[in-house]
């Protein structure tokens, strides 16, 4: 959905204002990081996260382990799927409302596909699966979802060593 006709004058120090309305359909707070890019003629902000940064590293590194462990590898931020080895439909799509409730409670637990939890309003997870949450020095950052046939030791380990990678891209 492209916004069209807000103004904004620019200041002495060169900031503008980036109007309330924006702020909340894109859930920037005070204090959020904004990457800004030129493209063409335009100044694009983009809200940064360290992880989408990043993105093409993640992505090859999860489709490098699932084609040798066979599990599924889901990685979120608060708010939205950036990357997964399932559907790159499902890249961008918001996390459901009750999912986002009740994800504390799914940490690091080894879930049935019987539970039928919705990840999206439109995906639900349909194999089982385990929850991790990614957060570096106690800032919360989102979750690793790995999905398997069955999760054991082996798919443990498995996504041990992911959210290891993972907090090396948040170190850097």
């Known amino acids: 959905m492209k916004m069209a006709g807000i103004v904004r004058r620019i200041d002495e120090l060169g900031r503008i204002v980036i109007p309330k309305e924006v702020r909340k359909r894109l859930r920037m707070d005070s204090g959020d990081l904004v990457d800004i890019s ?47 080895t399932l559907d790159d439909c499902l890249n961008n799509e918001e996390l459901n409302g009750e999912f986002k409730k009740r994800v504390n409670s799914f940490l690091e637990k080894e879930m049935s596909a019987l539970t039928k939890l919705n990840l999206t309003d439109t995906f639900y ?38 959210l290891n990678y993972v907090n090396k891209i948040l170190k850097n």
């Open 125 to 162: 997870l349909n194999r089982d699966f385990i929850i991790y949450e990614i957060k570096l020095a106690e800032e919360h950052y989102g979750y690793l979802l790995l999905l398997d046939d069955m999760i054991g030791k082996k798919q443990k380990e498995l996504a041990n060593l992911i």
């Open 38 to 84: 030129i493209l063409d003629e335009n100044v694009v902000l983009t809200k940064f996260h360290p992880l989408n940064h990043d993105a093409m590293l993640l992505s090859s590194f999860c489709e490098s382990l699932k084609e040798t462990f066979h599990s599924d590898i889901i990685i979120t931020n608060v708010n939205s799927i950036i990357y997964n």
